[in-house]
């Protein structure tokens, strides 16, 4: 049972964090960015766990694939140029990477 | 790591419904809550006639032929079926030629019957020794095994009586129970059984299948049904929102 605990407060703690990196840039409609970033991340997060176990457990290039695919999601949703989505993605996913690694240790 | 969960939990699911798939069709082991006990008979005096020949009707299959012999006191056998729950008595002198007619017989239980009807005296019938046991038990049911001891009262050219004496329970701690007929008909019950229902027993099974069961399901959200829930409301949300624009 505490996996499945463990996976859903890595989920939540990803979402949370995601969301205050998005805010921070782009400060409007609270509920519509949190929105996205539980949409993105139980996109992303779920996949990505499941490629690091599975199929490549590089978690550079993991890291690398989620951070270019969030960049495109958060661009669409949020309709804001790549550059600035990138810059984004950039910033949440070296936030989580770095605490997923901390938490790890 | 939590693949090789995946794997072993999907292995574990497979295995209990193929044990869940068979308890449906033989009603028998940890789901259906029940085991059999295993029975048997005895002759204690058997060895006081050896002049005689004592067969049971038995299952013809292969080479096996359709009758058993009871050979000393030791030896326990079954009644392959409740109804035919006789046992016949053969003068030792004619039973040779009568076992090549025996094991040339399709169905044994017919044989009897014709032969004693047409050769009285060559073969004596015993009476009924049907008994009501109990052919399963709950799970957790100390008993494994019972025996009964049957006695030959007496052997006749006509008549061969024989009596249920005693039947031995054995327990599974190895425990021996004896227990005396009081009447013929109703088999002396074993003192101990089980108090508890059956799933008590099997309840640490029982969590770990559950345990199993929720961590499947959860595997299977949180790699296949979350992300394509998610996915599918990026598409929708932005599909909209060019409808949307295209007004």
Redesign the interface.
């Given at each position: 049972?505490s996996?499945?605990i463990q996976?859903i407060l890595a989920l939540f703690l990803t979402i949370i964090v995601e969301f205050i990196v998005i805010w921070f840039f782009i400060r409007k409609n609270i509920p519509k960015l949190f929105l996205y970033s539980?949409?993105?991340n139980?996109?992303?997060l779920?996949?990505a766990?499941?490629f690091y176990?599975?199929i490549l457990s590089s978690f550079l290039f993991i890291e690398i694939t989620v951070l270019f695919v969030e960049s495109f999601?958060i661009m669409?949703?949020l309709e804001i140029k790549y550059q600035k989505a990138l810059l984004v993605s950039f910033i949440a996913n070296l936030i989580t990477s770095m605490m997923s690694l901390l938490l790890s240790l | 790591m939590i693949n090789k969960h995946i794997i072993l939990l999907t292995l574990t699911i497979l295995v209990l419904f193929s044990q869940i798939v068979s308890a449906d069709l033989i009603p028998e082991g940890d789901f259906s809550g029940t085991k059999f006990i295993y029975w048997c008979y005895k002759i204690s005096n058997i060895n006081d006639y050896p002049e005689y020949v004592f067969v049971y009707p038995d299952i013809a299959y292969d080479n096996k032929a359709g009758y058993g012999i009871i050979n000393n006191q030791d030896n326990c056998f079954n009644f392959y079926s409740n109804f035919l729950t006789n046992i016949y008595a053969f003068k030792k002198t004619e039973f040779n030629e009568i076992k090549t007619k025996l094991n040339r017989s399709f169905f044994v239980p017919d044989f009897f019957s014709d032969f004693s009807r047409n050769n009285p005296g060559l073969v004596i019938k015993s009476s009924d020794l049907k008994l009501d046991v109990h052919q399963s038990v709950k799970l957790n049911d100390p008993l494994e095994k019972g025996v009964i001891t049957l006695n030959i009262a007496s052997l006749t050219e006509n008549n061969l009586d024989i009596q249920k004496f005693k039947v031995i329970y054995t327990y599974k701690d190895g425990t021996i129970e004896e227990k005396v007929f009081q009447t013929q008909d109703i088999v002396p019950e074993p003192s101990r059984t089980a108090i508890l229902p059956w799933w008590i027993a099997q309840l640490p099974s029982l969590v770990f299948y559950f345990v199993v069961i929720i961590l499947l399901w959860f595997a299977m959200f949180w790699y296949i049904l979350l992300p394509i829930i998610a996915i599918v409301l990026i598409i929708i949300i932005l599909l909209l929102r060019r409808k949307r624009l295209k007004k």
């Open positions: 049972m996996i499945i996976y539980v949409l993105i139980s996109f992303t779920p996949l766990t499941y176990q599975n999601l669409w949703l | -």
